[in-house]
């Protein structure tokens, strides 16, 4: 039957529970004992990491990389990686149902698109603050590839405190939060 007047309802709570593993290895390969030519240094490191959420599933990440080093002024550094990204307990179950309604701005709504006009900005707008049950976790792809030259005396020029370094990088997250 129905619960007697003045009963306290019991209310489920968002909640998560999350189990996690970590692993990471570092190996030189060659280094200052075993020296090569044109092989100063080189360098492998893996990490990998296994999360199983109680609302989201298992994922398993890893990054690994290397670097290499032909000589003592040069090192060459690359690596590959993957992500994972639960959203947050408030950005799903957040109780808060209201809307909220602007009619008139008098500033830009910071909350709109990338590229929204400042026309666009000013429009009345409808928010709700409450939680998404539907969002999803972001997932993501990285990967880089570099070089840093520090040369001390090379070629008979003193180029001590010089430091060069490119690095081209490519990132890519599907399902952004934000």
Same mark, same amino acid.
């Given at each position: 039957?129905?619960?007697?007047?003045?009963?306290?309802?019991?209310?489920?709570?968002?909640?998560?529970?999350?189990?996690?593993?970590?692993?990471?290895?570092?190996?030189?390969?060659?280094?200052?004992?075993?020296?090569?030519?044109? /092989?100063? +240094?080189? $360098?492998?490191? &893996?990490?990998?990491?296994?999360? *199983?959420? @109680?609302?989201? !599933?298992?994922?398993?990440?890893?990054?690994?990389?290397?670097?290499?080093?032909?000589?003592?002024?040069?090192?060459?550094?690359?690596?590959?990686?993957?992500?994972?990204?639960?959203?947050?307990?408030?950005?799903?179950?957040?109780?808060?149902?209201?809307?909220?309604?602007?009619?008139?701005?008098?500033?830009?709504?910071?909350? /709109?698109? +990338?590229? $929204?006009?400042? &026309?666009?900005?000013?429009?009345? *707008?409808? @928010?709700?603050? !409450?939680?998404?049950?539907?969002?999803?976790?972001?997932?993501?792809?990285?990967?880089?590839?570099?070089?840093?030259?520090?040369?001390?005396?090379?070629?008979?020029?003193?180029?001590?405190?010089?430091?060069?370094?490119?690095?081209?990088?490519?990132?890519?997250?599907?399902?952004?939060?934000?």
């Amino acid at each position: 039957g129905p619960p007697a007047p003045g009963a306290q309802m019991a209310v489920a709570r968002p909640h998560r529970i999350t189990n996690t593993g970590f692993a990471e290895i570092n190996v030189p390969i060659v280094g200052k004992d075993n020296e090569l030519p044109f /092989v100063h +240094a080189l $360098t492998f490191n &893996a990490s990998g990491r296994i999360d *199983s959420y @109680s609302d989201f !599933g298992n994922t398993d990440n890893y990054k690994v990389g290397f670097t290499y080093e032909p000589f003592a002024a040069l090192t060459i550094r690359a690596n590959d990686g993957t992500s994972f990204d639960a959203p947050s307990l408030a950005d799903t179950a957040a109780p808060d149902t209201r809307f909220t309604y602007t009619a008139q701005r008098v500033s830009a709504n910071t909350q /709109v698109p +990338a590229g $929204t006009s400042a &026309a666009d900005a000013l429009r009345p *707008s409808i @928010s709700t603050p !409450g939680g998404n049950p539907q969002l999803g976790p972001e997932t993501g792809r990285t990967w880089s590839v570099g070089g840093d030259f520090h040369p001390t005396t090379e070629l008979g020029i003193d180029l001590t405190g010089l430091d060069l370094s490119i690095t081209a990088f490519h990132t890519k997250f599907e399902h952004q939060q934000g």
